[in-house]
C-alpha cells in the first residue's frame, strides 16, 4: 500500500492508495473516514477490493490522522469547508469520476460533495453516516466540541479508545489504537482540530441537504449498516433506504459504527459486488 502527501493549496493531505496488477474499466474508488478515525481504518478494505482489479484511495481529513491540522482561523473546520476542501483535493489528484465509500459523522460531508458535484460520481456506498434528520451525534462526542469541556477533553489520547470501541463493542488491538492515538500524542493541534469538526457538524442542515437530494438521485448507492451502531440505529438507515430511487441495503450482524474496523470482511463482501455490478 503506497503512503503518499500531496500538497493542496496550503494544506498537505495524507492518503493511502493501492494500485491493482490487472486494472477493470471501472472508476478509481475514494474512501472517506469518519470520527475519530483515519484513513487507516480502510487498510483491510482496500486490498481486497483491488485484488479485483478496482484502484482505491483514501485520505486523512484535513484535522485528522496524518493530515495538517490548521488553526481555525485558518481552515474553518464546518461542512462547507470540508466539502471545498474535498473538492480540491480531488482535482489535485486528477480524479474525474469516481465511486466513494463513506463512512461515520464526516461520511456526511462527501454525500453533500456527491450531491453538489454528480457528474463526479459514479457509485455510492454509505456505511454507519448520518443520513437522517433525526440522526443525532451521541453525548460523549458532542461533549467533544463543547468550549472548556472539549478542550480537556480533546486533549486526552484514550478519546481513541472510548469512541472506536465504543461504537461497536469490540476491542479494537493494540497496535491500531496505537495508529489512532498518535496524532493526539504528536501536537495539541490534532485535538483543537477534532474539537472544531465535531462543534461545527450542523448535522440538521446537513441531513436535510441528504435526505432531500438522495431521494431524487438516480445513480446505484448501496447502504450497508453494522446493526450493532448504538449511534445510528438501523431504523434510519432502513427507512433512507426505501426513499432512494436506485438503492440497497444491506445489513451486517455483529457490527457496530465502524464496519471497516470491526468486521472488514463483511465490508469487503458487500463493496466488490456492488461495484463491479454493471451498469444499467
Known amino acids: 500500500m503506497q503512503k503518499e502527501i500531496i500538497q493542496v493549496g496550503s494544506l498537505n493531505w495524507f492518503y493511502r492508495?493501492?494500485?491493482?496488477?490487472?486494472?477493470?474499466?471501472?472508476?478509481?474508488?475514494?474512501?472517506?473516514?469518519?470520527?475519530?478515525?483515519?484513513?487507516?481504518?480502510?487498510?483491510?478494505?482496500?486490498?481486497?477490493?483491488?485484488?479485483?482489479?478496482?484502484?482505491?484511495?483514501?485520505?486523512?481529513?484535513?484535522?485528522?490522522?496524518?493530515?495538517?491540522?490548521?488553526?481555525?482561523?485558518?481552515?474553518?473546520?464546518?461542512?462547507?469547508?470540508?466539502?471545498?476542501?474535498?473538492?480540491?483535493?480531488?482535482?489535485?489528484?486528477?480524479?474525474?469520476?469516481?465511486?466513494?465509500?463513506?463512512?461515520?459523522?464526516?461520511?456526511?460531508?462527501?454525500?453533500?460533495?456527491?450531491?453538489?458535484?454528480?457528474?463526479?460520481?459514479?457509485r455510492i456506498a454509505i456505511l454507519n453516516a448520518p443520513v437522517s434528520?433525526?440522526?443525532?451525534?451521541?453525548?460523549?462526542?458532542?461533549?467533544?466540541?463543547?468550549?472548556?469541556?472539549?478542550?480537556?477533553?480533546?486533549?486526552?489520547?484514550?478519546?481513541?479508545?472510548?469512541?472506536?470501541?465504543?461504537?461497536?463493542?469490540?476491542?479494537?488491538?493494540?497496535?491500531a489504537l496505537g495508529v489512532y492515538r498518535k496524532p493526539f500524542l504528536t501536537s495539541s493541534a490534532a485535538?483543537?482540530?477534532?474539537?472544531?469538526?465535531?462543534?461545527?457538524?450542523?448535522?440538521p442542515e446537513t441531513t436535510a441537504e441528504i435526505a432531500k437530494g438522495f431521494a431524487a438521485w438516480e445513480k446505484p448507492v448501496l447502504v450497508a449498516w453494522g446493526k450493532r451502531d448504538p449511534w445510528l440505529p438501523l431504523e434510519q438507515a432502513q427507512a433512507f433506504a426505501k426513499t432512494l430511487p436506485n438503492g440497497t441495503l444491506e445489513e451486517f450482524e455483529e457490527v457496530g459504527h465502524y464496519p471497516q474496523e470491526d468486521w472488514h470482511e463483511k465490508v469487503s463482501g458487500a463493496l466488490v459486488p456492488f461495484l463491479r455490478a454493471k451498469d444499467l
Open 133 to 175: 434528520t433525526n440522526a443525532g451525534v451521541p453525548f460523549k462526542i458532542k461533549q467533544m466540541g463543547w468550549p472548556v469541556v472539549g478542550d480537556m477533553m480533546t486533549q486526552d489520547p484514550l478519546l481513541v479508545d472510548r469512541t472506536l470501541e465504543g461504537g461497536g463493542g469490540y476491542v479494537v488491538p493494540e497496535d
Open 17 to 122: 492508495a493501492t494500485e491493482p496488477l490487472n486494472a477493470n474499466d471501472k472508476p478509481p474508488v475514494v474512501f472517506l473516514h469518519g470520527l475519530v478515525s483515519q484513513s487507516y481504518s480502510w487498510r483491510k478494505v482496500m486490498p481486497a477490493l483491488t485484488e479485483y482489479g478496482f484502484r482505491c484511495i483514501a485520505p486523512d481529513w484535513i484535522g485528522a490522522g496524518k493530515s495538517d491540522w490548521p488553526e481555525k482561523k485558518e481552515f474553518a473546520y464546518t461542512p462547507e469547508a470540508h466539502i471545498q476542501a474535498l473538492g480540491d483535493w480531488l482535482d489535485a489528484m486528477e480524479l474525474g469520476t469516481v465511486s466513494l465509500v463513506v463512512q461515520g459523522y464526516l461520511g456526511s460531508v462527501g454525500l453533500q460533495y456527491a450531491l453538489r458535484n454528480p457528474e463526479r460520481i459514479h
Open 191 to 203: 485535538g483543537r482540530a477534532l474539537k472544531a469538526t465535531i462543534g461545527n457538524l450542523n448535522l
